[in-house]
T-cell receptor, first 112, second 117 residues
Framework: TQLLEQSPQFLSIQEGENLTVYCNSSSVFSSLQWYRQEPGEGPVLLVTVVTGGEVKKLKRLTFQFGDARKDSSLHITAAQPGDTGLYLCAGVTNFGNEKLTFGTGTRLTIIP | ETGVTQTPRHLVMGMTNKKSLKCEQHLGHNAMYWYKQSAKKPLELMFVYSLEERVENNSVPSRFSPECPNSSHLFLHLHTLQPEDSALYLC????????????????FGEGSRLTVL
């Protein structure tokens, strides 16, 4: 069973600060997705990274896939209250039967 | 608005009740999913339907019974649930078939918050 550990589990910071969220596993993934879930909503896809070492930027959010495709990070610059939510990574394995495994989640609160 | 609609949004039921959760997707997708989201646990996949056929059942207790009458609708029938079944139940759909093809992005509904008394 693949396990995706996210850290930190909870993070509360002031508006304007920077932060990094980590997603780690001992398993190799063919791709990795990041979702954000706001209170009272379902998760919404932010980005998919596919290539080892890949970096993708989405405005103030920077996503990186580890070289070995076992881990990923999400860096947010100048956090805003609208960034508040539950961030979920999800690893995709495709060894004849594709599976999507969700991480443990990071609950982020940005204080105005 | 993600194109996936779940009803009801909130449900409170006793352990002897029978109720159903409904999901409808307006995206023309081929696969639909039920996930369970509990506090302090990762999202747990319960069932996958591809082109109206169940392709995965992750050791879910029989008190949860899925039904997929067509590619746009998915139900989760609930009976004799336990208090530990209280959770947010999320429906999702994807363009891929979820069976070894490229599943791609999951589109989630807003969830049904279930409380079992």
């Amino acid at each position: 069973t693949q396990l995706l550990e996210q850290s930190p589990q909870f993070l509360s910071i002031q508006e304007g600060e920077n932060l990094t969220v980590y997603c780690n596993s001992s398993s190799v993934f063919s791709s990795l997705q990041w979702y954000r879930q706001e209170p009272g909503e379902g998760p919404v896809l932010l980005v998919t990274v596919v290539t080892g070492g890949e970096v993708k930027k989405l405005k103030r959010l920077t996503f990186q896939f580890g070289d070995a495709r076992k881990d990923s990070s999400l860096h947010i610059t100048a956090a805003q209250p609208g960034d508040t939510g539950l961030y979920l990574c999800a690893g995709v394995t495709n060894f004849g039967n594709e599976k999507l495994t969700f991480g443990t989640g990071t609950r982020l609160t940005i204080i105005p | 608005e993600t194109g996936v609609t779940q009803t009801p949004r909130h449900l409170v039921m006793g352990m002897t009740n029978k109720k159903s959760l409904k999901c409808e997707q307006h995206l023309g997708h081929n696969a639909m999913y039920w996930y369970k989201q509990s506090a302090k646990k990762p999202l747990e996949l319960m069932f996958v339907y591809s082109l109206e056929e169940r392709v995965e059942n992750n050791s879910v207790p029989s008190r949860f019974s899925p039904e997929c009458p067509n590619s746009s609708h998915l139900f989760l029938h609930l009976h004799t649930l336990q208090p530990e079944d209280s959770a947010l139940y999320l429906c999702a759909s994807s363009q891929g078939t979820g069976t070894g093809e490229n599943t791609g992005e999951l589109f989630f509904g807003e969830g049904s918050r279930l409380t079992v008394l």
